[in-house]
């Protein structure tokens, strides 16, 4: 198994950046495919992006394209989102997760392993 800890939330104004990291322990990080979700309050958790083992490919939902960059180091057993240009629909908890295989998925369904999850909150 692998565990999974987010961190890097926190408050921030409409306009800025902040970069979340996801720490892994367990299992080497490079044996999995890594996504980042989202949930705000009163709606259903929803993609954000995902990045291969070798970080070769990444894919992001429409909505944080060209915003936010997906990045891991599995040298230190991370994976990062860089979030710029935040805006207030961007507020939820944000999650980590890890799926097994060689393939990224938009689906929660689909990925074996979650963090606690981290606050990000953007204020107009």
């Known amino acids: 198994q692998v565990q999974l800890a987010e961190s890097g939330g926190g408050l921030v104004q409409a306009g800025g950046s902040l970069r979340l990291s996801c720490a892994a322990s367990?299992?080497?990080?490079?044996?999995?495919?890594m996504g980042w979700f989202r949930q705000a309050p009163g709606k259903e958790r929803e993609f954000v992006a995902h990045?291969?083992?070798?970080?070769?490919?990444?894919y992001y939902a429409g909505s944080v394209k060209g915003r936010f960059t997906i990045s891991r180091d599995n040298a230190k057993n991370t994976v990062y989102l860089q979030m710029n240009s935040l805006n207030p629909e961007d507020t939820a908890v944000y999650y980590c997760?890890?799926?097994?295989?060689?393939?990224?998925?938009?689906?929660?369904?689909?990925?074996?392993?979650w963090g606690q999850g981290t606050q990000v909150t953007v204020s107009p």
């Open positions: 990045i291969s083992r070798s970080s070769g490919t990444t």
């Open positions: 367990g299992r080497t990080l490079s044996l999995y495919v």
């Open positions: 997760a890890a799926r097994g295989g060689a393939y990224g998925s938009r689906s929660d369904l689909n990925y074996d392993y």
